[in-house]
């Protein structure tokens, strides 16, 4: 038997495809790392950096840098912009504004664009960071209010709440979803949070060096981080934010039913990983 035919007996095709995306990816990861270090070579973050995931947002995305403060107290806040691939001028305009930008050569998903601006704000001396979305739905002069519980010392892990506070939308499906699955959310983790899936989050850095290691969803991401908190016993709490319309373009998560099942997928994958769901049956 020739070789090759010998080999195709006893090769996983699969497994060998998921080295190849793993390894791809990798690359795509530290191509943005060396594209960051270029545009910044001795880059010192303040304690408080405010991280935008942003996707072809050129058309949103200055307006919600314009609107960033530079100061909360007498923190000093960065802006971190992470440019997740795209064929606009997001990149652009991040760096016009001033900005520190990294940009992701390919499109990866909101998730591992975060990731990556995790570890940036750590290994650059933030002490907290919070993350608000390129498209206008979150008001950045509400930061100094998302902060309060990590600067009083009463929380790790602050999440927005649409429901405390106002929402601005009109969807009546999306809004029984974010209902659902916070109710969803806490039977599970034991939280009493009203907005589980919003994007408008502080964090201690600690924390996030904690969870960072064990975070793996690249796109729909919002559950995965709180249950791995809530699993570690950081402490979460939730303020009151106004959720604006997007100022322009479409979601890009997808339709309603979509992004459903895609939250339901992630809070269930999730759940199994961290073991909650043995440790209560138990
Ligand atoms: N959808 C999507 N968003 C990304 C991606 N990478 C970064 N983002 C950013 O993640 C933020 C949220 O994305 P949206 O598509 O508005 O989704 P959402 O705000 O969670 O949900 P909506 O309520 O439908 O707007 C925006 O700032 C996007 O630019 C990506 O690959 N896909
Ligand atoms: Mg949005």
């Known amino acids: 038997m020739a070789p090759?035919?010998?080999?195709?007996?006893?090769?996983?095709?699969?497994?060998?495809?998921?080295?190849?995306?793993?390894?791809?990816?990798?690359?795509?990861?530290?191509?943005?790392?060396?594209?960051?270090?270029?545009?910044?070579?001795?880059a010192r973050f303040g304690p408080v950096v405010a991280l935008v995931a942003a996707y072809e947002e050129g058309r949103n995305i200055g307006a919600v840098l314009k609107a960033m403060p530079t100061l909360i107290g007498d923190l000093e806040v960065s802006a971190l912009v992470v440019v997740d691939g795209g064929d606009d001028d997001t990149a652009r305009i991040a760096t016009d504004a001033g900005v520190f930008t990294c940009v992701l050569p390919v499109n990866l998903g909101q998730g591992a664009a975060l990731r990556l601006g995790y570890e940036l704000a750590s290994e650059h001396g933030a002490r907290f960071v919070v993350t608000l979305d390129a498209d206008g739905q979150n008001d950045p002069t509400e930061m100094p209010t998302m902060l309060?519980?990590?600067?009083?010392?009463?929380?790790?892990?602050?999440?927005?709440?649409?429901?405390l506070g106002v929402d601005q939308t009109t969807d009546r499906f999306r809004r029984a979803g974010v209902q659902l699955y916070a109710w969803v959310l806490n039977a599970i983790v034991s939280q009493q949070l009203s907005d589980s899936s919003n994007g408008y989050r502080a964090f201690r850095t600690e924390l996030l060096d904690d969870i960072g290691p064990h975070?793996?969803?690249?796109?729909?991401?919002t559950a995965e981080v709180v249950i791995t908190a809530a699993s570690r016993g950081w402490r979460i709490t939730q303020q009151p934010t106004v959720w604006h319309p997007r100022a322009s373009g479409a979601s890009k998560k997808g339709g309603n039913l979509f992004f459903g099942m895609q939250y339901a997928r992630v809070i269930l994958t999730t759940w199994y990983r961290v073991g909650l769901g043995s440790r209560r049956r138990a």
């Open 4 to 42: 090759t035919q010998r080999h195709r007996w006893f090769t996983l095709p699969d497994s060998r495809e998921r080295r190849r995306s793993q390894a791809l990816r990798h690359l795509v990861l530290e191509m943005a790392r060396s594209d960051f270090e270029e545009r910044h070579p001795d």
């Open 148 to 163: 309060q519980p990590l600067l009083d010392g009463s929380a790790d892990f602050v999440i927005a709440s649409r429901r």
């Open 215 to 221: 975070l793996t969803q690249d796109q729909y991401q």
